[in-house]
């Protein structure tokens, strides 16, 4: 009898054992993190959201989007953007360590730890960086008078959703590389950035043309985005819209994760 | 006397300088020759991306600017700034983390630096290559605003070699900088040092949006400098004060020289 | 008589307060074959470096082919083939671009280098391996081709540092035959090794360092025979049991060192020596008589052994 209430434990702890020790290093780089995950999106916040915010108002005032000021306009964007990265950097570079460069996972599958836990104790530990940075990211949005607390406080889940949608799936990916030589190229200039150019993210995405529209469709952040305006303004989103935003994050998340916890243990078995 | 030595004899050579930058360039092409397109082909797409979503997306929220005493597209605005920022982005991605490399983890300037090459060949050398690449973007580049009609005249053509002296001084100060530094986390710091200049320089509004103090700031940043370069020659502004950003690029690409060619004496010759 | 290829007199090197070497004084002839022997950290790779003309003197005078090499660097070093302690090839090229990228940094013709690529191919025996990147080679591939870069531009003197630290034992006797091959050939060869075995098989003339200091220099013959018998006798007592037999053994010979594992003695007639021991009743565990070697002069010199 006891032993099997021990399987249950080892299992639920081996996960958060094994982000304890990702936090651990994770915190070593906390100005790093700070200043990259903070600074970047309040770079493009007041660059862009002032710079061009000044164009768009003596050009179309705020007819453009959807009467929304425009650097507010932009803000929840940048904010789920910030997190996707964030979750990305952890979800991508401990997983090619731990498989090839230092080969930890496999150190660590030599315990009853399994690859499944493995799996997901990085991935809450990624997800922990997202929490620590939008929050204060959210914070000074207030005290900038960006957005109104409230409901908007709602943008700080679903920018984590975000991340943790884009997240489980680059956890995969991760996990399947052999050779890095140009992954991070690709995924940085080849997913990333269009991503981040493509998801309504500095204008409505309904001002593209229709060709380029699918990109959003499928990127996790417009998806937050939307999500995030209606959150954080009066946007105008139909509860059937917001549903279905809702369970595309969710359902991507939910299969991301079922393919990394598969490809995790496979290859420690190898 | 043997052959060999005979004509390496033959050459005058300093103790600075042995007369052979340009077999750093054969180097890089035999290395080059091996890897694929993928580097190169995502270093091109990125300002065509930018521009692709700038153009189309922000286009109409922002609609005309005016440049002088013209009224000009938004699109066509910002491509000549997007063609100098990707000419830094370029030039500076080979002379940091590639430099940063080859200094400290192949050490193949170490190697290098023990035949009779001198630290100039291998300065020169490299940031001609680093300009050699971001010269094979800035065409690729212009080919495609070409064939968007986003060419105000042929005298565009003149924004290449002002892009290549944007290059050559980003190169040699990217260099520079990169010499002192020893680990990962003071790379990082060039990164995040580039996004706000990239972001603030004028590419994608003009810098008149900003207070009087910001603006000089600005001003006194080499990317506005060669934004306002390449846009003078794209539109064909040419008049004295392009004089004063092409004196700024040669003051980099000197004391850029200078410095990587002692620090790397005083590196690897001590 | 010609001048000597290399005259080093009073060198010294100081890192900080650590003195790396230490008022050093030799001369290498042409076509000779020089060894460096010593403990790790005795300051060998530091010379080295300073003969190759990358590193720079607190003191003392070298000249390399008359030229002062911190004055003349490019100059001294067109003249080298370098061989570093750690292999620094280009892992970024294949085994032939790695010997022709090489000869270019020399400044020498690309059709010299074509032709010079087949002929070091086959002294490094890596012609099958010509497209392979480096990375794929094994410890022994990558040295042999480090070497052969080295003697892409045909230099007057070789400097070898370590040349087979590191590799496995076959690795070691196949770049011994290639030096040996090197040294027939009449080329200049200076190396620095903390191997007795190898310092005697490539050495014409070696100095042994300790500490930053040369301790002594000869022929290989020469040094043991001035610093040591000419037999050895080893036995095992156990560790336990070897101080005190050693103070018994005191008695019959004259030089003796004792080690924790085992004690040597040295003796011209190493059998003779067994049999006096066997008669004083103390059975070693194990025996052995060997020809004295320079291991045997470095303990001697320094009383300690070369690997510890
Ligand atoms: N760049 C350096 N800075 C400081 N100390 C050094 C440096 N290079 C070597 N040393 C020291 O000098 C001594 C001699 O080193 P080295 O010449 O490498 O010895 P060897 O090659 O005989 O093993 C060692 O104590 C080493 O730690
Ligand atoms: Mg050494």
Not at chain 2, 89 to 95: E, F, K, L, P
Not at chain 3, 185 to 207: N, S
Request: hydrophobic share 50%; with cysteine; charged share 15%.
């Amino acid at each position: 009898m006891n032993t099997g209430i021990d399987v249950v434990r080892i299992a639920r702890f081996g996960a958060l054992y094994i982000a304890a020790a990702r936090f651990r290093s994770m915190f070593k780089w906390r100005t790093v993190i700070a200043a990259v995950d903070i600074g970047n999106p309040l770079f493009y916040l007041i660059a862009i959201g002032i710079g061009i915010g000044v164009l768009v108002e003596n050009n179309s005032g705020t007819s453009g989007t959807s009467g929304i000021k425009y650097i507010a306009f932009i803000a929840p964007a940048l904010l789920a953007s910030s997190a996707i990265t964030g979750v990305m950097d952890e979800c991508v570079f401990p997983v090619i360590e731990g498989f090839k460069w230092r080969k930890l996972f496999y150190a660590q599958n030599a315990t009853p730890i399994t690859g499944k836990q493995i799996a997901i104790g990085v991935y809450l530990a990624a997800l922990s960086r997202a929490v620590f940075s939008v929050v204060i990211y959210y914070l000074l949005l207030l005290t900038f008078n960006v957005v109104d607390f409230g409901i908007s406080i709602l943008i700080v889940p679903i920018a984590i959703m975000a991340g943790g949608s884009f997240g489980a799936v680059m956890l995969y990916f991760a996990a399947k590389v052999e050779k890095e030589d140009y992954f991070f190229n690709i995924i940085g200039r080849l997913i990333v950035m269009p991503m981040f150019l493509f998801s309504g993210t500095f204008f409505p995405l309904s001002s593209m043309p229709i060709y380029l529209q699918p990109i959003g469709w499928i990127s996790p952040l417009w998806h937050a985005t939307e999500l995030g305006r209606e959150a954080a303004f009066e946007y105008g989103l139909s509860p059937l819209v917001i549903t279905t935003h809702l369970l595309f994050l969710t359902a991507v998340t939910v299969v991301g994760l079922i393919l990394s916890i598969g490809q995790f243990e496979r290859r420690l078995a190898k | 006397m043997s052959t060999a030595i005979e004509i390496a004899q033959s050459r005058s050579s300093s103790a600075m300088y042995a007369g052979r930058p340009q077999v750093l360039l054969e180097r890089s092409w035999l290395a080059f020759r091996s890897t694929t397109w993928v580097p190169i082909f995502t270093g091109f797409i990125e300002p065509v991306l930018f521009l692709l979503a700038f153009g189309y997306g922000m286009g109409n929220l922002v609609g005309n600017i005016s440049v002088g005493s013209a009224s000009i597209d938004y699109t066509m605005f910002i491509a000549p700034g997007l063609l100098a920022t990707s000419a830094m982005n370029g030039a500076v991605y080979d002379s940091t983390w590639n430099v940063f490399f080859k200094l400290n983890e192949s050490k193949l300037y170490k190697t290098m630096l023990s035949t009779p090459l001198g630290p100039m060949d291998i300065a020169l050398g490299e940031i001609t290559w680093a300009l050699l690449r971001g010269l094979v973007y800035s065409i690729g580049f212009l080919t495609v605003v070409s064939v968007f009609g986003l060419t105000p005249s042929v005298w565009a053509v003149l924004a290449i070699p002002a892009a290549s002296l944007v290059a050559f001084g980003f190169a040699s100060f990217g260099m520079a900088i990169t010499s002192f530094f020893k680990t990962y986390q003071q790379m990082g710091f060039v990164t995040f040092v580039l996004l706000p200049m990239n972001l603030f320089s004028g590419s994608l509004y003009p810098i008149s949006v900003y207070p009087d103090w910001l603006e000089k700031i600005i001003m006194a940043l080499p990317l506005w400098h060669g934004i306002e370069l390449v846009r003078a020659f794209w539109f064909g502004n040419i008049n004295s004060g392009i004089l004063v950003h092409i004196f700024y690029f040669l003051i980099m690409i000197a004391v850029g020289l200078f410095v990587t060619s002692h620090r790397l004496r005083a590196l690897f010759l001590r | 008589m010609s001048n000597p290829l290399i005259c080093v007199r009073g060198l010294t090197k100081k890192f900080g307060d650590l003195t790396a070497v230490d008022g050093v004084n030799f001369e290498v002839a042409e076509g000779e074959s020089f060894g460096l022997l010593g403990p790790n950290g005795a300051g060998k790779s530091t010379i080295m470096c300073i003969l190759a003309a990358t590193s720079t003197r607190t003191s003392g005078t070298v000249e390399i082919l008359d030229k002062d090499p911190e004055k003349f660097g490019p100059l001294v070093r067109a003249h080298l083939g370098v061989v570093p302690q750690q292999d620094n090839l280009d892992g970024e090229l294949t085994v032939s671009e790695n010997l022709f990228i090489y000869g270019r940094y020399f400044g020498l013709s690309k059709k010299f280098i074509n032709n010079k690529i087949e002929e070091l191919l086959e002294f490094a025996q890596l012609q099958e391996k010509r497209d392979v990147k480096v990375e794929a080679l094994s410890g022994g591939m990558k040295r042999r081709l480090t070497i052969a870069r080295g003697l892409v531009s045909e230099p007057d003197i070789l400097l070898l540092d370590e040349p087979t630290t590191g590799l496995d034992p076959q690795a070691r006797h196949i770049l011994w035959d290639r030096l040996f091959r090197l040294k027939e050939q009449g080329v200049t060869l200076v190396l620095t090794t903390h191997f007795m075995d190898e310092a005697e098989q490539l050495c014409d003339r070696l100095v042994v360092m300790d500490k930053g200091a040369i301790m002594a220099q000869g022929s290989p013959a020469g040094l043991i025979k001035e610093y040591s018998s000419k037999e050895v006798l080893e036995v095992r007592f156990g560790s336990e049991r070897n101080a005190d037999v050693a103070l018994v053994l005191r008695n019959i010979c004259e030089r003796m060192e004792v080690l924790p594992d085992r004690i040597l003695m040295y003796a011209d007639d190493g059998e003779k020596l067994l049999e006096e021991i066997t008669v004083l009743k103390l059975h070693p565990t194990t025996s052995l008589v060997r020809r004295s070697s320079l291991e045997d002069v470095f303990l001697r010199l320094t009383g300690r052994t070369l690997i510890e």
